[in-house]
């Protein structure tokens, strides 16, 4: 499966943006979908997920602040961020996990940039 990030940009504090990760295939095979991030110099983390059933979880540096969601019909799955913060500057990446059996496996899109300064 492809994974098309979208949506990254420069924006001030406080703004907001909506992430956009479109699949080649239906999102429905996919036992969770989310998004990680990685800033200059640090490991990339969690930012938030969502099961195939509509159960979302966040990291607690964004929790009340992100938003993810997922249209199957489209195959997409979006991360809304409001109030953001410089600290949430990073390289955002789209994944999607299948588990076959046991084993899950992971999908990446190729990250879109987000930056967060005045």
């Known amino acids: 499966v492809q994974l098309q990030a979208s949506g990254g940009g420069l924006v001030q504090p406080g703004g907001s943006l909506r992430l956009s990760c479109a699949a080649s295939k239906s999102i429905s095979e996919f036992n969770n979908m989310g998004w990680y991030r990685q800033a200059p110099g640090k490991q990339r983390e969690l930012v938030a997920t969502?099961?195939?059933?509509?159960?979302?979880n966040y990291a607690d540096s964004v929790k009340g602040r992100f938003a993810i969601s997922r249209d199957n019909a489209k195959n997409t799955v979006f991360l809304r961020m409001n109030s953001l913060k410089p600290e949430d500057t990073a390289v955002y990446y789209c994944?999607?996990?299948?588990?076959?059996?046991?084993?899950?496996?992971?999908?990446w899109g190729q990250g879109t940039l987000v930056t967060v300064s005045s």
């Open positions: 994944n999607a996990v299948r588990v076959l059996i046991t084993t899950p496996v992971n999908f």
């Open positions: 969502i099961t195939s059933g509509g159960s979302a």
